[in-house]
Nanobody
Framework: QLIESGGGLVQAGGSLRLSCAAS????????MGWFRQPPGKQRYFVAA????????DYADSVKGRFTISRDKPKNAVYLQMNSLKPEDTAVYYC???????????????????WGQGTQVTVSS
């Protein structure tokens, strides 16, 4: 139901734009988030956006470099990643929260719908 795309290999300092397309249902009333899982590590919160798009939240490690946005008519969420660093290397997952109208959360178990992930590799 959630399909990520846009990952790839990029040099440090470069940019990528991840997309998350929803199919089968609309997520316009759900807060959405991006999480990432580096190799051999747990999954971490990256960014989240409210159902209206008016509220965003970012992990400190990406604040000022990443921007989350959503396009409700397209039922899509995006993550613009600039000034990428090798430590940004991870599988990135898009997720939708468990309940509608809830504010965005940093807690992954509050998200019920997950994509399959897209690999982002940043070379030094």
């Amino acid at each position: 139901q959630l399909i990520e795309s846009g990952g790839g290999l990029v040099q440090a300092g470069g940019s990528l734009r991840l997309s998350c397309a929803a199919s089968g249902r609309t997520f316009s009333s759900y807060a959405m988030g991006w999480f990432r899982q580096p190799p051999g590590k747990q999954r971490y919160f990256v960014a989240a956006i409210s159902w209206s798009g008016s509220m965003t939240d970012y992990a400190d490690s990406v604040k000022g470099r990443f921007t989350i946005s959503r396009d409700k008519p397209k039922n899509a969420v995006y993550l613009q990643m600039n000034s990428l660093k090798p430590e940004d290397t991870a599988v990135y997952y898009c997720a939708a929260m468990r309940s509608i109208w809830r504010p965005p959360s940093r807690v992954d178990n509050e998200y019920a719908y997950w994509g399959q992930g897209t690999q982002v590799t940043v070379s030094s």
